[in-house]
Every structure is written in C-alpha cells, then in structure tokens.
C-alpha cells in the first residue's frame, strides 16, 4: 500500500530527499506518487509533522 501527504503538510522538505524511489513531488503540499511509492515508510519516519499516512 502506497502512502499518502496530507494537508498537514508544511512543505518542509524532509521527507523529498528521505525517498529512495523520489516518488515525493515538491509543492506547497508535498505528493507521492501512488505508482512509484514502495511502502518502505522512510517518509513517515522523517515527516515532523506525521503528515504522511498510508493511502
């Protein structure tokens, strides 16, 4: 299951280079790429504001 940035999102930028697919896209709300995401949760654990769920 892919994760998911929500609106929680303050566009901080740890989680961008924390992805080993770049499945993250920049902007004022961050978004993964549902099709690219492996589910590894290495952006869950470097968001600070536990913005990032499973989709």
Do not use: F, Q, R
Request: hydrophobic share 35%; proline share 7%; net charge negative.
């Amino acid at each position: 299951m892919a994760h998911k940035i929500t609106e929680d999102c303050v566009a901080c930028g740890s989680c961008i280079d924390e992805c080993p697919l770049e499945a993250i896209s920049a902007g004022d709300i961050y978004s993964i790429d549902p099709e690219v995401c492996g589910d590894c949760g290495t952006c869950v654990d470097a968001c600070p504001t536990g913005a990032i769920v499973p989709a």
